[in-house]
């Protein structure tokens, strides 16, 4: 089976650099998703990872290490709009068609 | 425009009503899946389909049940059966990969 560990909570401050970590434990997976969800809101998509590096999309980037069993993601130049839960999840082998989430890192952003 | 749209918003039940939640997508996406949603918690699959006429359970499947007699369309009934209804529940859409999600329920049974 699949276990994702996130921390449950970060606090950062307006216009530096956070990285929130995901680790995993799991024989395989296709792909790693990461989300970001505002309170009482759907989670949007933010970036998906299939080979190991580094993906960057303007303030965002995330990063994935299958040996290690390693993800993250980097918000860059903070904003306070970026306080939300990040979600990580994977794409099991079995099924391309599901997502089996983390409990997700609610990230604080302070003026 | 394309999206997911889920409805009500807001939606307050008695214990041991059953209660249905819609969803309808207009992304010509094959898979749709529900997935339940507790504070300070991820999200939790309960059930998924991949095309019309078919579904699986997810990993909290129990006292829940789902219909896919339209690709547009995978409606969610809460039963009497359910324990804890009260949750968020959010519903998602694919083709492969990446889910677009609507805008969820807030359902209450008191």
């Known amino acids: 089976g699949q276990n994702i560990d996130q921390p449950t909570e970060m606090t950062a401050t307006e216009g530096a650099i956070v990285q929130i970590n995901c680790t995993y434990q799991?024989?395989?997976?296709?792909?790693l998703f990461w989300y970001q969800q505002h309170a009482g809101e759907a989670p949007t998509f933010l970036s998906y990872n299939v080979l190991d590096g580094l993906e960057e999309k303007g303030r965002f980037s995330s990063f994935l290490s299958r040996s290690k069993g390693y993800s993250y993601l980097l918000l860059k130049e903070l904003q306070m709009k970026d306080s939300a839960s990040y979600l990580c999840a994977v794409s099991p082998l079995d099924s391309s068609y599901k997502l089996i989430f983390g409990s997700g890192t609610r990230l604080l952003v302070r003026p | 425009d394309g999206g997911i749209t889920q409805s009500p918003k807001y939606l307050f039940r008695k214990e041991g009503q059953n209660v249905t939640l819609s969803c309808e997508q207009n992304l010509n996406h094959d898979a749709m899946y529900w997935y339940r949603q507790d504070p300070g918690q991820g999200l939790r699959l309960i059930y998924y389909?991949?095309?019309?006429?078919?579904?699986q359970k997810g990993d909290i499947a129990e006292g829940y049940s789902v219909s896919r007699e339209k690709k547009e369309s995978f409606p969610l009934t809460v039963t009497s059966a359910q324990k804890n209804p009260t949750a968020f529940y959010l519903c998602?859409?694919?083709?492969?990969?990446?889910?677009?999600f609507g805008p969820g329920t807030r359902l209450t049974v008191t």
């Open positions: 389909s991949q095309i019309v006429n078919d579904f």
């Open positions: 998602a859409s694919s083709m492969l990969g990446e889910q677009y």
């Open positions: 799991t024989s395989g997976f296709n792909g």
